[in-house]
């Protein structure tokens, strides 16, 4: 878990205190201002009491997950029932998670890596680039729920109503498709930084070495940078879908969330479901939570702790993709 | 700095005071071919002038070294040989540049670019396998077609003219960038190599490697010049005068004095070029 770590500066911060005129480099430790030991005492407490604060998450979810969490609850679907033991699991809301995060990163990946290459290696014009990079930080910037409220105008309109329930000439809105499609304009500014952020970090030199063997410049993104830019392109990936399995606004307005799938008649499969509305695990643990409908403090438990293994697993993929790519090993300078 | 001579070169010249070692690239080559011709060359960066109307010959069969005062222009001049310059949004080029009578103007840049090729200062190796950093060259734009055992021979044969072919030929799925300085250079110039190019541009190749390296490389220089020109900018003027059979000396973005490098560094006719040889050497 990110906790900061705080290590002593290389040379010591600019305290209140007067400096002694210091020939050279510090040395370690003497040099020290009393004001400089407690301002680094205080960040070391703050760093461990961060730790503190994610170990006891973490524990705490794993100690009730381990309790509540049964397998079975995965794969049966949540019913009506007047016990925590005759309501079933909560199939649907783990399937809805996997299905959003799908779809949502299918579409964020490879608009926000377009995107990216197209800042950093052409970037022309140049006023279209610059609203380019200031609309996707304005995207990063916007409360999920207000994206939530304006898909809703969007996926109502008649023209888009094959993407969810049609009924009377009402478009309903609600669907998989228009949930997926606004999260992943969440996690879109993501994938962009960490993408533009890695092809940035490849020396100029090392373009001009496939220029300079006859590649273009498309080929040379293909070829050379986006590969050299893994580790990046996949942090951004797994912080967006972070950022998606972690969103309930958006599930909320835009999914309908129901508490199992409401598949649409007569569409065939696997449109049916994607046209419909249904539900996510953050969903699932909000209306399972002590002041949510179904009020089933067990299974939000357990909803949590799967939730909270889904992004534990995403931080020990980009840590092996960058295991991976210090193998291969980089440039000097 | 002396790198100790090869005992196959007995070097007959007279050497010029300051200067040790002898010189790779004895006597005349046995032919030369003129392969471009640049012709009244000018380079701008903005209103910056990098590269004066410059003209000169790049033959076949000799290798051509630029040498000069940091900042003179000579990366310029190399970059615009393959219209690399094109790249620099603020970069104006005027004058001619002819390859094998062909203004280089009227060809598309990515052939030019695989006929004049270019080998980098720092060694940068694609992140890639050895076997996949030539592969990539002989590739199609893009494409990843081709199998792995028709290009074989290709692969093999561009190792081996950088002299590389037998340290890796073991190793040819490691990454590249694992390789040391020394071997990741002559994997760039195996990569340039493997185009079949006409002209090989190295702009100073050896500054980052140790001298061992470097010796490796000026020998493997000196022997490749016979399939192809040669262009080398170097900032070491031993390394200049021991693989160089013509040497232009530029200063401020002139050229001022193209010569065989006995001339320009035996008896140099401008002062200014005495001046850079001689005070090079105290
Ligand atoms: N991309 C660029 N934009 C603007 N000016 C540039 C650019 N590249 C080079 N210049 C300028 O052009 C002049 C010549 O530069 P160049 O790199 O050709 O010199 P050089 O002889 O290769 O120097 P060095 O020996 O240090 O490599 C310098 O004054 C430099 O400041
Ligand atoms: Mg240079």
């Known amino acids: 878990m990110g906790a900061p770590v705080a290590t002593p500066p290389a040379s010591p911060p600019s305290g209140g205190a007067p400096r002694k005129p210091s020939k050279g480099l510090p ?65 649907d809301a783990f399937f809805g998670t996997l299905i959003v995060a799908t779809m949502g990163i299918a579409i964020a990946l490879p608009v926000g890596v377009g ?14 680039a610059r609203v380019t990079e200031s609309t996707i930080e304005a995207i990063a910037g916007i409360p999920s729920i207000v994206l939530a409220l304006f898909g809703t105008v969007i996926f109502s309109s008649a023209a888009l109503g094959f993407l969810s329930r049609t009924s009377e000439g009402v478009v309903f809105g609600r669907s998989f498709f228009g949930a997926s499609a606004m999260l992943s304009l969440v996690a879109l ?36 940078l986006l590969p050299a830019a893994r580790p990046q392109v996949a942090t951004g ?12 606004a958006i599930i909320v307005v835009l999914l309908g969330a129901t508490q199992n799938f409401a598949p649409v008649e007569g569409a065939a499969f696997p449109f049916n479901y994607l046209r419909g509305a249904g539900t996510t695990l953050t969903n699932f643990v909000y209306e399972a939570s002590p002041t949510g409908n179904l009020n089933q403090p067990e299974k939000a438990y357990a909803a949590a702790f799967v939730l909270l293994l889904m992004v534990l697993a995403l931080n020990a993929a980009v840590d092996i993709v960058h295991r991976r790519a210090r193998k291969v090993g980089t440039w000097s300078s | 700095m002396v790198v100790p001579a090869p005992s196959h070169n007995g ?77 620099t949004r603020t970069a104006r080029v005027s004058g001619r540049i002819l390859l094998d009578d062909v203004d280089i103007g009227l060809i598309e840049p990515t052939l030019l670019r695989r006929r004049v090729t ?15 950093n030539i592969a990539y060259v002989l ?37 590249a960038l694992r390789l040391s300085g020394g071997q990741q250079q002559r994997l760039c110039i195996a990569r340039a190599l493997a185009a079949e190019p006409e002209v090989l541009l190295l702009d100073e190749p050896c500054s980052a490697l140790d001298p061992q390296s470097t010796q490796v490389i000026e020998d493997l220089i000196v022997n490749l010049r016979d399939d192809v020109a040669v262009v080398i900018v170097t900032h070491n003027l031993q390394q200049a005068y021991r693989i160089a059979d013509h040497v232009a000396f530029m200063y401020l973005g002139d050229l001022v004095e193209y010569g065989a490098a006995t001339t320009v560094f035996g008896s140099p006719r401008e002062k200014r070029t005495q001046e850079y040889v001689s005070g090079a050497f105290g």
């Open chain 1, 27 to 91: 040395q370690s430790g003497s040099t020290w201002h009393l004001s400089d030991r407690i301002g680094l005492a205080i960040c070391w407490a703050l760093g461990l009491l961060f730790c503190a604060i994610a170990v006891a998450i973490v524990a705490y979810l794993f100690v009730q997950g381990i309790k509540y969490l049964r397998p079975e609850m995965l794969f049966t679907p949540a019913t009506a029932g007047f016990s925590q033991g005759q309501t079933g699991g909560f199939s």
């Open chain 2, 139 to 175: 590739r199609e734009q893009g494409s990843r077609r081709q199998r792995r055992k028709t290009l074989e021979p290709q692969v093999h044969s561009a190792l081996d003219r950088a002299g590389l072919f037998e340290e890796v030929k073991d190793n040819l799925d490691h990454p």
């Open chain 2, 118 to 132: 270019m080998v980098f200062q720092q060694p940068n190796p694609f992140p890639m396998s050895v076997f996949d």
């Open chain 1, 237 to 248: 990936a797994m912080l967006g879908l972070g950022r998606i399995i972690g969103d309930t």
């Open chain 1, 115 to 128: 995107v990216a290459v197209w800042l950093v290696e052409y970037g022309r014009p140049a006023a279209l």
């Open chain 2, 11 to 87: 070097n007959g010249a007279a050497t010029p005071s300051g200067f040790s070692g002898a010189r790779r690239s004895i006597g005349s080559p046995q032919f030369s071919i003129r392969r471009m011709e640049v012709d009244q060359l000018s380079v701008s960066y903005a209103a910056r002038e990098a590269v004066k109307s410059v003209s000169l010959p790049i033959r076949q069969g000799e290798v051509l070294a630029m040498i000069g005062p940091s900042g003179c222009g000579k990366t310029t001049l190399l970059r615009s040989l393959n219209r690399l310059t094109e790249l």
């Open chain 1, 189 to 224: 500014p993501l994938v962009v930084a960490s993408t533009r952020e890695g092809l940035s970090a490849i020396p100029q030199h090392v373009r001009e070495a496939s220029y300079a063997v006859g590649k273009t410049k498309i080929a040379t993104a293909r070829r050379i």
